[in-house]
């Protein structure tokens, strides 16, 4: 049988700046985001024959091809679960290649999240059915819905907001010498964590939450033997999956027998580490989705870094901070860096393994960029 | 008094807000193999039958976990108590917490139903067991 690993490469990447307010339409900055990749990749537009972005973006894949100047595309996919599915937009764009139906994907999301429509504020009615069993009980909002999901955490460890902190505290810390992220030169401490306000008492607080952005990301992926032949180097993808499981649910995950841990994440973790013949021992940086801190304590687990309960003593003894055993969301993550709907994860992971990020992990050689319930092993060679 | 959205009653979730209307909390059956399911779905997982009829709950259950509902930056009066309550049946429920102040919620405690008009919508509410009117 056919494997992924090995077989597609990430050849290029590309962004635009990272921004509360971009002053441009999102097919704009997708555009820019998309003609950077190519540029950086080392091809032209008529190259691409393939695409594959989040269902709910909203750059039609036609407008796309007239404003960068993509001539023919055969192949077009869309991930659904919104950042859940972060990481397979490259499970896709890498079947894609390896199967043969096309040749050159660009990966893309481009939105502005921030000066136009937030998703973290309240929904407001009619709701689509299936939002019927939350939305009239007052949960209208993903922190509020994720909350009730993480108090289970919490009660199950005790597990304290406090220990939430430490963790962003360190996404900040790695944003703060990070110059594409919104906490450029802002790090914060754990007593600033405490200070900020409730968001869900007794769960989140203002510095637990992403940071809604503007702005636009892109990859390319081709086949492993011809990114060989192009500029820069080839950054290998070793394993892509997703971890779909019966009844669970993306935003009201409350239906697992155990909802203090994350079946969806164990069960990818289980597929990249057969496909890419590793364990957790073997990563040397994980990228981790992260609209909220607690999903970070979640995939630690879920991902055999440390153990059930563990995470808040994992990250509290310096694992996850560069030059620990970990380093985790080394641009700063969602919460540090900028919310490109966990894409922009995907692109650390790259400059990880070429070597070129701004808070550089020697010898980077695997590289985790995992989105709970969609993830990827990125790798050299 | 919190802002409640009004459901969106479709297809496969009408027996429920039908059974609220009268006092009544009610689980989607599967009438082939008797499998309770929610949230609901058109057709059994486990046998894969399309039949179906409604259980009516005890209305009886532990809090599993919880939040407090509010507005982040300006707290009110709205505050509202959403929490995942645990059936004796084995189906989970999202719904609200009333009838008890913050500071005693915990996990585990013992809740049971009432129906309660919130904001013009009737909801199912539950309150901690045995605590009287």
């Known amino acids: 049988m056919p494997s992924i690993k090995g077989a597609a490469a990430i050849v290029g990447i590309g962004q635009t700046e990272f921004s509360k307010d971009s002053g441009r339409s999102e097919l704009q900055l997708c555009a820019e985001a998309v003609r950077a990749a190519i540029e950086d990749a080392g091809l032209e537009p008529a190259d691409v024959d393939g695409s594959v972005t989040f269902t709910i973006d909203p750059n039609d894949e036609l407008n796309l091809m007239r404003s960068v100047g993509i001539r023919e595309m055969r192949w077009t996919s869309r991930t659904p679960f919104g950042g859940g599915g972060s990481s397979a937009t490259i499970e896709h764009a890498a079947a894609a290649v390896v199967s043969g139906v096309a040749d050159v994907v660009v990966v893309y999301r481009a939105f502005n999240e921030r000066s136009g429509r937030r998703f973290g504020q309240p929904m407001a009615g009619p709701p689509p059915p299936a939002m019927n069993w939350y939305l009239p009980y007052g949960l209208d909002t993903p922190a509020k819905a994720y909350s009730l999901w993480f108090q289970r955490y919490m009660h199950r460890y005790g597990v304290t907001n406090e220990d939430f902190g430490r963790y962003s505290v360190v996404a900040r810390r790695h944003a703060a010498t990070n110059p594409n992220a919104w906490y450029y030169e802002r790090p914060i401490t754990l007593a600033d964590h405490q200070a900020s306000r409730w968001i869900v008492e007794p769960i989140l607080r203002l510095l637990d939450c992403c940071q809604e952005s503007d702005g636009g990301v892109a990859l390319i992926v081709t086949r492993a033997d011809r990114a060989k032949d192009l500029r820069r180097p080839p950054v290998t993808i070793q394993a892509a999956t997703q971890g779909n499981t019966i009844f669970g649910e993306t935003i009201f995950n409350y239906y697992h027998d155990d909802i203090s841990r994350f079946p969806e994440a164990e069960y990818t973790a289980r597929q990249l580490w057969e496909t890419a013949g590793i364990g957790p021992g073997d990563i040397d940086v994980a990228m981790i989705y992260e609209n909220f801190s607690p999903v970070v304590f979640y995939q630690l687990e879920a991902y055999g870094f440390c153990g059930p309960g563990e995470a808040k003593d994992f990250i509290a003894d310096g694992n996850i901070e560069i030059g620990g055993k970990l380093p985790v969301n080394t641009n700063g993550g969602l919460l540090g860096e900028g919310y490109i709907h966990g894409v922009n994860n995907i692109l650390e992971g790259v400059r990880q393994l070429r070597g070129d990020a701004v808070n550089q992990v020697d010898g980077a050689e695997l590289v985790l960029c995992s989105a709970g319930r969609s993830a990827v092993v990125l790798g050299l060679g | ?133």
């Open chain 2, 1 to 133: 008094m919190p802002h409640v959205v009004s459901p969106t009653v479709d297809r496969d979730d009408e027996f429920f807000w039908n059974g609220v209307k009268e006092g009544r909390l009610l689980v989607r059956r599967c009438a082939g193999c008797r499998r309770l399911q929610h949230p609901p779905s058109p057709m059994c997982p486990a046998c894969g039958s399309l039949e179906w009829d409604v259980q009516e709950l005890s209305g009886r259950g532990i809090l599993h976990s919880w939040i407090l509902s509010q507005h982040p930056s300006e707290p009110d009066d709205m505050a509202r108590i959403v929490a995942l309550v645990e059936l004796d049946e084995g189906v989970r429920l999202v719904s609200n917490l009333v009838g008890i102040d913050v500071p005693e919620v915990e996990n585990g405690l013992l809740l049971e139903v009432s129906f309660a008009e919130v904001d013009g919508i009737v909801l199912p509410q539950f309150r901690p067991a045995g605590g009287g009117a």
